[in-house]
């Protein structure tokens, strides 16, 4: 009997590919919401992946990355990681460089992994498209329906606090799990390019239906996310597809992309009606999006085919079919920026629109069917430069509302609002300087997009962005070379902003790259644009498919950084790395070091291999000391062993070894002579208490005078440095304060404090104003100060007894009028002697925080005491006498809490005084 050879059967192992796609998907959430915990140790896990990954594989696949893009990259986390040392801020360094470490782990075992071969150039594109498609699902549910998003939650509370209701909320766009819809489209624009891509070159029917499915789950949740920069970005990735696709393929691919955009429009705009409302919840989005994919599936399967061969061969019919849609497009377009109608308020219960005004007074009239009320507002320059906006008026429907738009207006803008679904509003007109009406719902365009497109012309997110470039710049010059360190933009820009604003990156990673790596790590980064590029123009010929994905991907990932944080974000890292790798592995050959036969690789094995073992113990330092930190019965030994052994957050520990009273002799002061010398945004205060607390004055007001240049445009810490002044200074509750006043050199040291913020006001966009206890404390400081000559007995009563004068009021903004003063009507005009005169009848308020307890004494000096008509204290109505204009005397607790006088003026009324004094 003859034998026979049996084959094997090739397993296709698809539950390593699912277990991978969940691996990136969970890297995804927790990278980007979770803590810097969380985030350290996927990073840590991330290095021991690569370091595995490096000894554990043969010889040939470690020669897969002996090719120029991954040098580059291999470059880039060098820099990276040697940042890390000599970062302003090790906290933020080492979170920030945990996000690549777990993004650089996708890189290295994708190419050191994954087969040399077109099927696993698919599963893998595959595995990062499916990732990304759960984070779709469940950022439409959470603002929906929360079906899948509650369990979700909880998991995630359970393993790394960040979740909570993020994505809940639905503002004109998908809010997204990841609380930031630039973040999010940047994630899913590669994901739909893949997609698109796996559908095109499907093989089979069950591979068109389920690569369909993921396509339209991408595609419909990128879109309520209505990124417009990714957009815009993602059109010409489209059409850069479309060019370098195969002549036999770029119909169908054609036909692909309308298909897609028309049936995720669809979707989208009818999904839009069940967002907002997640008490109830709405099934109504997730219903669409399953409908979406039997109607995507059905024309992928039955249409689009049969439509692509009919077209095949007829260039001149294709160019008429492109014109037409081109034309169509443009007609819809007009079309629906032009037909408008009657607005119908759904569970989202506002919206906006705006109108381009000049100045002049207007009307504006509605017609609603229920009670509607309505915001006006404009923007300015200044308001554009500080994505703020200025009120001009509010009213409801049942009343006409006037305001006047000023000269300087860019654009007005319209919020309307009601809590009753179902209310319409059917015509809002206005008239005066001008006259027209306000376009209100649009019937053929999405509300979500309708509600996005109302500022194009005037879009402070775009102008604020250019801020940000320009005050990282400002910072880069301060570390040309080598930078700043990971996150330095994040903590230095406070120290260079022309007004206050809060950001950790500069929406812009060619100018943040250089901020924090210097020249040297921007041109690692365009190292890393610069070889992909290369190597994809010498493969086109050879893998023109792969190529045309590919190519359309890092159009995407380095055109949506010029705007947005994409390449900073622990979401989209992993995603950009992994097509990264795509491109190393299956373009890079064509360009790959010739290296001997025995070559084990070594020159790349070893000292990546030797940097990931650097970081995990350097990291897994850093995750034990913050296990002792907030571990039970912390001790001051403790503290001392976790600045010792972590060396990126060590500062930390010293501030809390300091404030926790420790005191060893030799420890406590190289402590704080090492916080003293660092740049940050967090130490000034706590370090200027700590050196209060033990009597070094000087030392706490130089640290205060540090702090101040370093966070200039910081209001809070302005606020709280005053607070320590008052602390140091006045001798209320404070013995050593009398000492100190002995002379005046604190006294001056403290006005030459509030001469700079004088000096940053005048700088500053915005205004950095005090609280009512600071005006209250610098009232005092000023009065003192103009002692001439010095005294200590009158400081000393100046402290004691002052709780108003108008004679030394602070005025930290240069407006001439008190910083404790209102003007609740009329107009008022004020001297720098702290009199002033009402222009017209008037009604002015003073805030108080009183410190001392006892009787107070209101004091009016003016020539018309009889222009005074009323006087109150704490609301209650005070008689002035009319010859010495005296009030009766007020008990005061003195407790701190926030009291105030009210006097209201005739026209014509001069106060030379005010003043409220302890008896």
């Not at 820099?79 to 979170?95: H, M, N």
């Not at 989202?348 to 009670?371: C, P, Q, V």
């Not at 950084?561 to 064509?590: E, H, K, N, Q, R």
Request: negative net charge; aromatic residues 10%.
């Amino acid at each position: 009997m003859k034998g026979k050879t049996v084959q094997p059967v090739k397993t296709e192992r698809w539950w390593l590919y699912i277990i991978a796609a969940i691996t990136v998907f969970f890297i995804l959430c927790f990278e980007n919401n979770g803590s810097y915990y969380t985030e350290k140790v996927v990073g840590l896990l991330g290095a021991v992946a690569v370091l595995c990954g490096l000894l554990f594989a043969d010889k040939q696949r470690v020669k897969r990355l002996l090719t120029p893009p991954a040098f580059a990259v291999f470059a880039y986390m060098l820099l990276a990681g040697i940042s890390t040392l000599y970062a302003r801020s090790g906290k933020f360094a080492i979170a920030q460089f945990a996000c690549l470490l777990a993004a650089f782990a996708v890189f290295m075992i994708i190419v050191l992994y994954a087969q040399d071969s077109k099927t696993a150039f698919r599963r893998t594109a595959a595995v990062l498209a499916c990732a990304a498609a759960p984070v779709g699902v469940l950022s439409i549910d959470a603002a929906s329906c929360n079906i899948l998003m509650r369990p979700f939650r909880v998991l995630m509370e359970v393993i790394g606090a960040g979740y909570g209701d993020t994505g809940s909320l639905f503002n004109a766009r998908l809010n997204t799990i990841f609380g930031n819809p630039n973040i999010y489209a940047g994630l899913m624009s590669i994901a739909c390019l893949l997609s698109l891509w796996l559908v095109l070159t499907a093989e089979s029917r069950k591979q068109k239906i389920l690569c369909t499915i993921l396509l339209m789950v991408n595609a419909v949740s990128y879109l309520l996310a209505f990124s417009m920069g990714s957009l815009g970005v993602f059109v010409v990735a489209c059409l850069l597809m479309l060019a370098l696709s195969p002549k036999e393929q770029r119909i169908g691919l054609l036909l692909l992309l309308v298909q897609t955009a028309a049936v995720a429009l669809v979707v989208g705009a009818v999904s839009v009606k069940g967002f907002g409302d997640t008490v109830t919840g709405s099934p109504l989005p997730m219903l669409m999006l399953v409908l979406g994919c039997v109607v995507a599936c059905v024309l992928e399967l039955l249409v689009r085919n049969k439509v692509s061969a009919a077209l095949s061969g007829k260039g001149k019919v294709l160019i008429a079919v492109i014109a037409a849609i081109v034309v169509v497009g443009i007609i819809y377009l007009v079309a629906a920026l032009s037909v408008t109608g009657t607005y119908t308020f759904g569970a989202e219960g506002y919206f906006r629109r705006t109108a381009d005004l000049g100045a002049g007074e207007y009307t504006l009239t509605m017609e609603a069917s229920g009670l509607v009320s309505v915001r006006v507002a404009y923007k300015n320059t200044n308001n554009l430069i500080q994505n703020n906006e200025t009120d001009l008026a509010s009213g409801t429907s049942d009343a006409p509302v006037t305001f006047v738009v000023p000269e300087d207006s860019e654009l007005v803008f319209f919020y309307f609002s009601c809590s009753e679904p179902g209310v319409a509003v059917s015509n809002a007109v206005y008239d005066g300087a001008e006259s027209g009406s306000i376009k209100l719902g649009y019937k053929l365009l999405p509300t979500f997009i309708a509600d996005r497109i109302q500022d194009l012309s005037a879009n402070g997110n775009v102008v604020q962005r250019r801020v940000y470039w320009q005050d990282a710049i400002k910072l880069w010059q301060t570390a040309p070379i080598f930078g700043r360190g990971l996150g330095g933009f994040e903590n230095g820009v406070v120290s260079v902003q022309d007004y206050y604003y809060e950001t950790k990156y500069a929406h812009n990673h060619y100018v943040e790259a250089l901020c924090d790596l210097g020249v040297l790590g921007l041109a690692a980064f365009l190292a890393i644009l610069g070889t992909a590029v290369w190597v994809l123009v010498k493969s086109r010929k050879e893998k023109t498919l792969i190529v045309m994905l590919l190519a359309a991907c890092v159009v995407q990932m380095f055109g949506q950084a010029v705007t947005d944080v994409t390449w900073s974000s622990g979401a989209c890292l992993p995603m950009f790395f992994g097509v990264l790798a795509l491109i190393t592995l299956y373009c890079g050959d064509c360009l790959r070091l010739k290296v001997a036969e025995k070559s084990k690789g070594g020159a790349v094995r070893w000292p990546v291999a030797a940097v990931s073992a650097v970081f995990i113990v350097l990291i897994g330092l850093n995750l034990m000391a913050q296990s002792i930190f907030y571990g039970n019965n912390l001790t001051l030994d403790k503290l001392k062993t976790c600045v010792s052994i972590d060396f990126f957050e060590k500062n930390d520990y010293k501030l809390s070894y300091l404030l926790s009273g420790g005191n060893e002799e030799g420890v406590a002061e190289q402590y704080a002579a090492d916080l003293a010398a660092v740049e940050s945004n967090s130490i000034t205060i706590p370090l200027a208490q700590y050196y209060a607390a033990i009597g070094q004055f000087s030392k706490a007001l130089d640290t205060l005078d540090k702090g101040s240049d370093y966070m200039r445009a910081d209001e809070a810490v302005w606020q709280q440095m005053f607070d320590v002044y008052e602390s140091i200074l006045d001798p209320v509750g404070q013995f050593n304060a009398v000492q100190l006043l002995e002379n005046d050199s604190y006294v001056k040291r403290m006005v030459a404090g509030y001469e700079k913020l004088q000096a940053v006001n005048d700088d500053q966009l915005d205004e950095v104003l005090l609280t009512v206890k600071n005006d209250m404390f610098l009232n005092k400081l000023l009065s003192v100060a103009a002692l001439n000559p010095y005294d200590q007995m009158e400081a000393l009563n100046a402290f004691a007894n002052i709780g108003l004068d108008t004679a030394t009021a602070p005025d930290v903004n240069h407006d001439s009028m008190p910083d404790y003063a209102t003007v609740q009507e009329g107009k008022v005009v004020w001297n720098e002697d702290g009199s002033f005169t009402a222009e017209t009848d008037c009604l002015i308020t003073f805030d108080m925080v009183l410190k001392n307890e006892g009787q107070y004494c209101l004091t009016v000096s003016s020539d018309n005491l009889s222009g005074v008509t009323e006087a109150y204290v704490d609301g209650s109505a005070v008689a002035i006498d009319r010859t010495t204009g005296v009030c009766p005397a007020q008990e005061e607790w003195g407790d701190g809490t926030e009291s105030s006088i009210t006097l209201r003026l005739q026209a014509g009324t001069t106060i030379n005084r005010l003043t409220y004094m302890k008896e």
